[in-house]
C-alpha cells in the first residue's frame, strides 16, 4: 500500500517520478501527488484525487521543471482520499515537502503540542504532523535537514518510510524507514540517485540498489557517496551495502493481455519451472536446496515447524503443512502472521519459524518473524522480492524466483509458494528418512511434468470463461474441496471475492453440514473441487448434498471423470496427477473463474477496491 518515488540529479524529475508512480500502481492507492524543486529554488506541489493519470493531466503546463522531486501514491489511513490529505504535504513555512508511508501512532498528541506552538494544519493526516514536527525541530535547533529528520523520528511512534526535500537545499533528498520498505537506486559516477518503496520505479536506471534498515536515515546529494545514520548512534555514519540487482523490464508490461492478472495466470508454467531450476535435479532423481545443507542438523532435529502467513500465502502454509506433517512426520502449526504476534505464542528454541510473504515486506508476518528470532527459533523465509525486509531477517530460506507480481490477487506466487514448500518437504523428508525413495522418485518426475499440465488446463480459457459468466449476477457463492484440496477451495473463494466482490466462503467439503448448508438453494452455486483422489466418493457424498437442495454445481475434476460429471451443471477437467501435487493444478480454473467473472462485470481486475498489493502496516 501507498507507493514513494524520488529523483535527484541532472535530468528533468518529472517524467521520471510519474513513470514511478505508474509502476506503483500495483500496489493500490487512492490519490497521487508530487513535489518538485524548481531550477529557480521554487517548492511546487501538486496533488489530485483518483488516479495517477488525473495527477498527470492536472500538472500538464504547469511547470515542472526540476531535477529534483517526490512523488507518492497514497492508500487512505487517517483522513478521507481527497488532494488536500493527498502527498507530498508542506510544512508551516512551505520550505519543506514531505511523502510517507506507514502510521504515525502519535500523532496526535504531536498535533496538540505543536497546535500549541503556532502549527497550522490543512489536512487530516498524520503525515502533516511529521513534516510540521521535522520543521519545529530544525528551526528551534538550528539543525541540517539530515539531523532534523533523525532527531524527530526519535519522537515518533510507528512504521514509516519517508522522504523529505528543503527548497533552500535543493541538491539533497532525506529518507529514512522504520518497518516499511525504501530503497535507494544509484546512477552512474553518483550523479543521481533514484528512490523507491521497491526496486521496480528503479528498473531501466540502475542496477545498484541500498535497502535501507530499520531506524536509519539517509542523506543523498548528487555526487557523493549515500551517508546513512542510525536513530539509535547518530554520530556514526554506516557504510550502506550496495546490491546488484536484475530486472527485465519485458517482465513488467503486459504482453498483449488485456490485464496483468491474465497474463500472470498464464506465466504459471514458465514460473514453476523456473522456480524448480538448480533445485529439481530431474537426471539425478535429486532435490537440492541451499538452506536445508546449510542448517541440516537444525531442521532435522526440529521437532515443530510454525507458518506464519496472511492471505493468499497463508493458504499455501495450509498446503505446505499437509506435505511437511505427510513426508518429514513433523507437527506443523499455520498461523495467521497478525494474530500470531499477539497472542502470546509459545515459540521454543529449536522450533522452524517459515514465514511466507510475496512481498517480503507484510508488516505482519515480518513483526511474527521477528517475535520468533527473540525466542531463539531458526527463521526460514519464503519470499519472492530479493532483498526484501524478510528476506534479509531469515537465518535461511528460499526465494520463489516468479518475477514481479503486479496483479493485485496473487496467482503465479501461490503456485510458486506451493512449489517451494513441495521441494522442502520432499528434501527434508528424504534427508530424515521419512519419506520412501520409491515416493520422493515419483514425486520427483511428476512436479517436472506440473508445467505442461499447467499448459493443457490453461487451452480451456475460452471453456472457463463461458462457465464464469454464469457467475455473474451471483450474490454469494461457496467453494468445497477436501483434503489438499480444502485450502484450495479457500484460495478460490478469496480470489473471487477479491476482485470480483462477490462473497464467496471456502469450506472443508464435510463441514457443509455443520452450517454453510442453510444458504444452499436454487440461487446459490456451489464450487467443488473434486478431483479423483482418496476422498473422491466422500466429496461425491457432499455434492448429492447441495443438489437435493437445489443447488448449482460447478465442479473441477480429473480428466476423464464421469461420476461427477453426471451431477454438476458445469465441469472443468485437470490433468490427473499425485494426489499431494494436485493444488498447483486445481487451483487454476479457479483463477480463470475469477478473473472472466470480474472482467463480465466490467471491474478492475489489476487494482480491486480497497486493497493493496504490499500490505506494510497494519
Known amino acids: 500500500m501507498c507507493g514513494i518515488v524520488g529523483y535527484i540529479g541532472m535530468r528533468d524529475a518529472f517524467p521520471i517520478l510519474i513513470q514511478g508512480l505508474k509502476r506503483l500502481e500495483y500496489r493500490g492507492y487512492d490519490s497521487a501527488g508530487v513535489a518538485l524543486i524548481s531550477n529557480k529554488g521554487e517548492m511546487n506541489v501538486y496533488k489530485e484525487k483518483g488516479k495517477v493519470s488525473n495527477l498527470e493531466e492536472l500538472v500538464t503546463s504547469r511547470n515542472t521543471k526540476g531535477t529534483i522531486g517526490i512523488a507518492h501514491t497514497r492508500w487512505a489511513t487517517h483522513g478521507e482520499p481527497s488532494s488536500v490529505n493527498a502527498h507530498p504535504h508542506l510544512s508551516e513555512s512551505g520550505r519543506l515537502a514531505l511523502v510517507h508511508n506507514g502510521i504515525i501512532e502519535n500523532y496526535a498528541s504531536i498535533k496538540e503540542y505543536l497546535k500549541g506552538k503556532g502549527y497550522h494544519f490543512k489536512s487530516s493526516t498524520d503525515t502533516e504532523v511529521l513534516v510540521q514536527l521535522i520543521e519545529f525541530v530544525q528551526q528551534r535547533f538550528n539543525l541540517d535537514l539530515g539531523m532534523a529528520v533523525l532527531y524527530s523520528l526519535r519522537r515518533v511512534v510507528g512504521a514509516y518510510a519517508i522522504a523529505v526535500l528543503d527548497r533552500e537545499h535543493p541538491e539533497e533528498i532525506i529518507c529514512a524507514r522504520k518497518s516499511s520498505p525504501l530503497v535507494v537506486g544509484i546512477g552512474d559516477d553518483q550523479q543521481e540517485f533514484f528512490l523507491a518503496s521497491d526496486a521496480l520505479p528503479i528498473v531501466g536506471y540502475t542496477k545498484h540498489i541500498v535497502y535501507l534498515n530499520d531506524e536509519e536515515v539517509a542523506v543523498i546529494r548528487r555526487g557523493e557517496n549515500i551517508s546513512v545514520r542510525n536513530l539509535a548512534n547518530s554520530h556514526d555514519v554506516v557504510a550502506p551495502d550496495v546490491h546488484d540487482v536484475d530486472f527485465d523490464l519485458n517482465k513488467l508490461e503486459k504482453g498483449g493481455y488485456p490485464h496483468y492478472m491474465l497474463k500472470e495466470i498464464f506465466e504459471q508454467p514458465r514460473c514453476i519451472s523456473d522456480c524448480m531450476r538448480g533445485r529439481l535435479l530431474l537426471n539425478d532423481h535429486k532435490i537440492v536446496l541451499s538452506a536445508i545443507n546449510l542448517h541440516r542438523d537444525q531442521l532435522l532435529a526440529a521437532q515443530r515447524f510454525i507458518i506464519v502467513a496472511c492471505g493468499t500465502s497463508w493458504h499455501a502454509g495450509l498446503i505446505g503443512k499437509q506435505m511437511i506433517e505427510k513426508w518429514c512426520k513433523v507437527p506443523v502449526e499455520v498461523e495467521y502472521a497478525s494474530e500470531f504476534r499477539y497472542r502470546y505464542p509459545v515459540i521454543n528454541k529449536g522450533d522452524i519459524v517459515i514465514a511466507i510473504s510475496q512481498s517480503g515486506e507484510t508488516a505482519d508476518t515480518l513483526a511474527a518473524f521477528n517475535l520468533a528470532k527473540e525466542n531463539g527459533a531458526l527463521c526460514f523465509g519464503i519470499v519472492n522480492s530479493v532483498g526484501s525486509s524478510i528476506a534479509r531477517a531469515s537465518d535461511t530460506g528460499v526465494y520463489i524466483h516468479v518475477g514481479p507480481e503486479i496483479g493485485v490477487a496473487s496467482t503465479k506466487a501461490f503456485t510458486g509458494q506451493v512449489t517451494v514448500l513441495t521441494l522442502f518437504a520432499l528434501a527434508l523428508g528424504h534427508e530424515k528418512g521419512t519419506l520412501s525413495q520409491k515416493d520422493y522418485e515419483e514425486h520427483i518426475d511428476e512436479l517436472a511434468r506440473i508445467p505442461k499440465k499447467i499448459e493443457k488446463i490453461l487451452e480451456q480459457n475460452d471453456h472457463i470463461r463461458d462457465i464464469a459468466r454464469t457467475l455473474t449476477y451471483a450474490r454469494n457463492t461457496l467453494y468445497m474441496g477436501r483434503g489438499m484440496n480444502y485450502p484450495v477451495a479457500l484460495e478460490g473463494a478469496l480470489k473471487l471475492k477479491e476482485i470480483s466482490y ?117
Request: aromatic content about 4%.
Open 502 to 618: 462477490i462473497h464467496a466462503e471456502g469450506y472443508p467439503a464435510a463441514e457443509m453440514k455443520h452450517g454453510p448448508i442453510a444458504l444452499v438453494d436454487e440461487n446459490m452455486p456451489v464450487v467443488f473441487v473434486a478431483t479423483h483422489h482418496r476422498l473422491y466418493k466422500k466429496i461425491i457424498s457432499n455434492i448429492q448434498e447441495v443438489i437435493a437442495r437445489n443447488g448449482r454445481i460447478i465442479a473441477v475434476v480429473t480428466q476423464g471423470d464421469t461420476d461427477v460429471k453426471d451431477l454438476a451443471s458445469f465441469v472443468i477437467e485437470i490433468p490427473e496427477t499425485l494426489e499431494t501435487l494436485v493444488p498447483l493444478l486445481s487451483v487454476i480454473p479457479l483463477q480463470l473463474i475469477a478473473y472472466h467473472v470480474a472482467v463480465v462485470k466490467g471491474l478492475n481486475v489489476d487494482m480491486p477496491r480497497n486493497l493493496a498489493k504490499s500490505v506494510t502496516v497494519e
